[in-house]
């Protein structure tokens, strides 16, 4: 199987995304890094939404973008090339469907974990500031962009209540607005681009990247077997 990936850079520093896999991805210090870890990202991205993953995985990049953000650290102001069409209702709601599965299985990783306020991870800062440690900082880190993702594309809403509720408070909001399928790009914060598609994309994306962490900080933490290996890490 050939996967299209997307390949965000500064400098070395690479994320590769696979475009039709949204929050499927990769980091590396280089291309060629980052390339070699998207097969098992794959199978794990598929065992995640209960299907079989191919015999072979072949990653090949269709579109670059070079960024001054700081990649290392995840930061990033992507917008691929599919992300600034229409979509139809039935993409729509299969899209929304994984955003929302995947903040309820970040609500059932978050929930196994023995105790949310205890870490063996170090310090660290990175361009929003402190690294979470914890589980509870994790958990509210990846919350609480739900009012910014959603905000970029002018529907405003708050970060109450679970992961779950206050994402599935913004879709509502959203499909309350009119012409919301056709997918306007929107000029947001710092000058990025935004569209619901990449908003789409980005929720599982954030999710992904902070289940990983949490995922692994909890084994580090509490042991290999104290933690559901919720996403199929």
Avoid at 127 to 137: I, L, M, W
Avoid at 180 to 201: D, I, T
Avoid at 204 to 230: L, P, Q
């Amino acid at each position: 199987m050939i996967v299209k990936c997307i390949w965000e850079h500064n400098g070395n520093d690479t994320l590769l995304y696979a475009w039709a896999f949204p929050g499927a991805f990769t980091r590396g210090e280089s291309r060629e890094t980052a390339l070699g870890k998207m097969p098992a990202e794959m199978n794990s991205y598929l065992k995640w939404c209960n299907k079989a993953a191919p015999d072979i995985i072949v990653p090949q990049i269709i579109q670059e973008h070079s960024s001054e953000l700081n990649i290392s650290d995840a930061d990033t102001d992507v917008i691929f090339e599919s992300e600034k069409h229409p979509l139809s209702e039935e993409e729509y709601f299969k899209l929304k469907a994984i955003a929302l599965k995947s903040a309820k299985d970040f609500q059932k990783l978050y929930e196994s974990i023995p105790d949310k306020n205890i870490s063996c991870l170090p310090a660290r800062r990175t361009f929003y500031g402190d690294v979470p440690r914890t589980a509870f900082e994790m958990y509210e880190h990846t919350k609480n962009v739900n009012d910014y993702y959603f905000g970029e594309i002018g529907v405003y809403t708050d970060n109450a209540g679970t992961i779950f509720e206050c994402r599935k408070k913004g879709f509502d909001l959203l499909e309350d607005s009119e012409n919301y399928l056709n997918n306007r790009v929107f000029n947001g914060s710092y000058n990025e681009q935004w569209s619901l598609r990449k908003v789409l994309r980005r929720f599982i994306w954030h999710d992904r990247i902070h289940a990983k962490a949490m995922y692994k900080m909890a084994r580090k933490t509490f042991g290999e077997n104290s933690v559901e290996n919720v996403f199929g890490f």
